[in-house]
């Protein structure tokens, strides 16, 4: 005859074991720095919808935008590249307010290498700081969660230049 365990001994047993090999859960803050170029002939981001006429409309509903901006430790643009944050903005409020964001941020630095936060969430564009998920992450940031905030620190009009400072808190294994 068969032994039968119950569903609910398997799950635990299982549940015990993922846990043993994860270890302890870490808490990471940083602050880092993106360096935005939306026009020119460096740019980091462009609009995939819409405009022919070389202009980004990121108040129109509907309009994507692909970025792969360079990320710096500090403000300065000439500030050691530690990551690049690729990814997708979507216009997604019918009055232009919000965009919907998808940012992979892939590390390069020594520290971090190969491992990546992933971030997700409405960006109230027009707010002075907007908050987003940090709804995963692999290598050293593996099952990560938390939230990042964003501030906009400068912006030319001239060069299509913003600096974007980047808060992050992320708990992960």
Same mark, same amino acid.
Do not use: W
């Given at each position: 005859?068969?032994?039968?365990?119950?569903?609910?001994?398997?799950?635990?047993?299982?549940?015990?074991?993922?846990?043993?090999?994860?270890?302890?859960?870490?808490?990471?803050?940083?602050?880092?720095?993106?360096?935005?170029?939306?026009?020119?002939?460096?740019?980091?981001?462009?609009?995939?919808?819409?405009?022919?006429?070389?202009?980004?409309?990121?108040?129109?509903?509907?309009? *994507?935008?692909?970025?792969?901006?360079?990320? !710096?430790?500090?403000?300065?643009?000439? =500030? +050691? @590249?530690?990551? &690049?944050?690729?990814?997708?903005?979507?216009?997604?409020?019918?009055?232009?307010?919000?965009?919907?964001?998808?940012?992979?941020?892939?590390? *390069?630095?020594?520290?971090?290498?190969?491992? !990546?936060?992933?971030?997700?969430?409405? =960006? +109230? @564009?027009?707010? &002075?700081?907007?908050?987003?998920?940090?709804?995963?992450?692999?290598?050293?940031?593996?099952?990560?969660?938390?939230?990042?905030?964003?501030?906009?620190?400068?912006?030319?009009?001239?060069?299509?230049?913003?600096?974007?400072?980047?808060?992050?808190?992320?708990?992960?294994?």
């Amino acid at each position: 005859m068969a032994i039968k365990l119950p569903i609910s001994l398997i799950f635990i047993a299982f549940f015990t074991f993922s846990n043993a090999e994860l270890g302890l859960i870490k808490e990471t803050k940083m602050t880092t720095y993106f360096q935005d170029y939306s026009g020119g002939p460096n740019a980091t981001v462009i609009e995939i919808t819409g405009q022919s006429n070389g202009l980004l409309s990121f108040t129109k509903f509907g309009a *994507i935008f692909c970025t792969d901006d360079p990320i !710096t430790e500090g403000v300065e643009e000439s =500030s +050691a @590249q530690i990551a &690049r944050a690729q990814g997708i903005y979507v216009t997604s409020a019918l009055d232009g307010s919000n965009t919907h964001v998808l940012i992979s941020i892939v590390f *390069i630095n020594e520290e971090y290498k190969g491992s !990546t936060l992933e971030l997700q969430g409405t =960006s +109230a @564009q027009f707010e &002075r700081v907007r908050e987003v998920a940090v709804v995963g992450g692999t290598g050293k940031f593996r099952l990560a969660r938390g939230y990042a905030t964003f501030e906009t620190l400068s912006y030319d009009h001239a060069s299509h230049y913003a600096v974007i400072q980047c808060n992050i808190t992320a708990l992960h294994y």
